[in-house]
T-cell receptor, first 114, second 110 residues
Framework: SQTIHQWPATLVQPVGSPLSLECTVE??????LYWYRQAAGRGLQLLFY??????ISSEVPQNLSASRPQDRQFILSSKKLLLSDSGFYLC?????????????FGPGTRLTVL | GDSVTQMEGPVTLSEEAFLTINCTYT??????LFWYVQYPGEGLQLLLK?????DKGSNKGFEATYRKETTSFHLEKGSVQVSDSAVYFC?????????FGAGTTVTVRA
């Protein structure tokens, strides 16, 4: 079965510090991977998606970036965090070529920027 | 691009009340439609889905019917429980990705 791991679960960082959030998936190969952000009291915003190693599509211009160094690893980064980067970050995956289109979500990382 | 609009919350109900959360979509084709649920402090879980017109998705007592004529996918449950308190998201498949509604917070009181 598919499993999505996100690390860390909770993070408190000062403004201007760097960020690295990691997402790894198990039980599937060549998945489509996604990073979403859920700000307090708001819905989900798609940040990045990737259909393969080294292939990243950005949905929203911002000070965040994503990388996919391995098939089952998706990393969200920032060089300098802003207060507005606070939120709940969710990684999701969809199996490529699957007949069903649903995405499976990881447990999330709660980021607070102070 | 394709998008979904869902009713704004928050919604507060008593146990055993009937719940409806409206969701309408805008799409050029016939996308797959989903309802996801987020329990407090957790990530999102797929609640139910429908892949074509007139399909009815159901799970845990929740139901939603894909209505092409009204471009809707309303979520319903006949008798809610306290454990149904959560944020509910309507979503549609838009090419490689899902487009989500803003989410509706539902609180069920005992």
């Amino acid at each position: 079965s598919q499993t999505i791991h996100q690390w860390p679960a909770t993070l408190v960082q000062p403004v201007g510090s760097p960020l690295s959030l990691e997402c790894t998936v198990e039980g599937t190969s060549n998945p489509n991977l996604y990073w979403y952000r859920q700000a307090a009291g708001r819905g989900l915003q798609l940040l990045f998606y990737s259909v393969g190693i080294g292939q990243i599509s950005s949905e929203v211009p911002q000070n965040l970036s994503a990388s996919r160094p391995q098939d089952r690893q998706f990393i969200l980064s920032s060089k300098k965090l802003l207060l507005s980067d606070s939120g709940f970050y969710l990684c999701a995956q969809k199996q490529t070529g699957a007949r069903t289109n649903e995405q499976f979500f990881g447990p999330g990382t709660r980021l607070t920027v102070l | 691009g394709d998008s979904v609009t869902q009713m704004e919350g928050p919604v507060t109900l008593s146990e055993e009340a009937f719940l409806t959360i409206n969701c309408t979509y805008t799409a050029t084709g016939y996308p797959s439609l989903f309802w996801y649920v987020q329990y407090p402090g957790e990530g999102l879980q797929l609640l139910l889905k429908a892949t074509k017109a007139d399909d009815k998705g159901s799970n845990k007592g929740f139901e939603a019917t894909y209505r092409k004529e009204t471009t809707s996918f309303h979520l319903e449950k006949g008798s809610v429980q306290v454990s149904d308190s959560a944020v509910y998201f309507c979503a549609l498949r838009d090419d490689y990705k899902l487009s989500f509604g803003a989410g509706t917070t539902v609180t069920v009181r005992a």
